[in-house]
Nanobody, 124 residues
Framework: QVQLVESGGGVVQTGDSLRLSCVVS????????MGWFHQAPGREREFVAA????????YYADSVKGRFTISRDNGANTVYLQMNSLRPEDTATYFC?????????????????WGQGTQVTVSS
């Protein structure tokens, strides 16, 4: 049974940084494409970033390019999201997920497993 556990969220001010972590257990982490989404109250889950199996390819939503960096440590079964220059509009619950084999990392419906989420709140 694959399980994902996020951590690292918190309350910060505009311009601050946070680093989210997602530890994956129960599966072959190094063979998974992984992604981060966020979801604000009343809104759909939205793509933030994704990373390929070996970490050679990284993809970002336009809204976070240049500010966020996704990375992974296959030895530690962990994917990270470094968030810099945070803005109030980044406020949301952040989820990490495992993409289905051959799935489209942009689509939440093509993720097979999700973590419980970690809350990020950015005050102005």
């Amino acid at each position: 049974q694959v399980q994902l556990v996020e951590s690292g969220g918190g309350v910060v001010q505009t311009g601050d940084s946070l680093r989210l972590s997602c530890v994956v257990s129960g599966g072959a982490f190094s063979s998974y494409t992984m992604g981060w989404f966020h979801q604000a109250p009343g809104r759909e889950r939205e793509f933030v970033a994704a990373i390929s199996i070996a970490g050679l390819r990284r993809y970002y939503a336009d809204s976070v390019k240049g500010r966020f960096t996704i990375s992974r440590d296959n030895g530690a079964n962990t994917v990270y999201l470094q968030m810099n220059s945070l803005r109030p509009e980044d406020t949301a619950t952040y989820f990490c997920g495992k993409v289905a084999a051959g799935g489209n990392y942009l689509r939440a419906t093509e993720y097979t497993h999700w973590g419980q989420g970690t809350q990020v709140t950015v005050s102005s």
